[in-house]
């Protein structure tokens, strides 16, 4: 019987202890997470989302993401991830937020919630040179074809507009600039400052109508209910632009194209 209830105290003893180092370990992460913002971004959208020459994150949202942690107090951690998996990884709670360049639309706000507008831009064509498309009333023809990258606005565009042209729906941007130079589409659906970058590198065999059609804002995806992180990340933002954060990001990282803009009539959006 003493043997029995030895062995029944011992027992309990280091369940208790289990149990204890278990709520320790629960609590302890629960802080971790509480001062811990993951922001999902797809690191291949330069000079918005991109990696340095070492693979760690950069860019125009990188550095928007920091001053938010700074902001808040909190650490930031950037996951990498393909666009069109960016709201399921929020919805799921495997990302806090999304910063990368993401147009808040109506059908996006029926699954996630939107910060404030931080930019502003819209939709326009990458066309191939010697193509006769001169805005986006061109394009539904039959013998038409246009490129959209898989995910974003354009591809959604694309798909409610264009019901006699072919649409070519690629996973990389790079792929949809592709098939413009090479003539195997006659335009690329993107927004404006993407358009005219591909345009200068492709000079020789596109052409840029930078007019858009569509107008377009961009802002911080935030996961449904998580009201308190909606109004802090707008109290940041307010007070980001307000002490010319973004006047300064503009200048570090799109100062050729913001005065292209100028020069060209376009506001430059950021």
Known sequence: MDLALNLLSRTGGRLLGLLVALALTISTAHATSKDTLVVGMELAYPPFEMTDTAGRPTGVSVDLANELGRFLGKKIVIQNMAFDGLIPALKTGKIDLIISSMTANAERAKSIDFSDPYLSTGLCLLVQKDSPVKGIKDLDQPGRSVAVKKGTTGHAWAGKNLKKAKVLVLDKEAAAVLEVVQGKADAFIYDQMSTYQNWQKNQATTRAIL????????????????????????????????????????????????????????????
């Open 211 to 270: 007019e858009p059609f569509q107008k377009e804002s961009w802002a911080v995806g935030i996961r449904k209910g998580n009201g308190d992180l909606r109004k802090k990340v707008n109290a940041f933002l307010a007070y980001f632009r307000k002490k010319g954060g973004f006047e300064k990001l503009g200048d570090q990282y799109l100062k050729e194209q913001k005065e292209a803009f100028k020069k060209l009539g376009y506001p430059f959006y950021l």
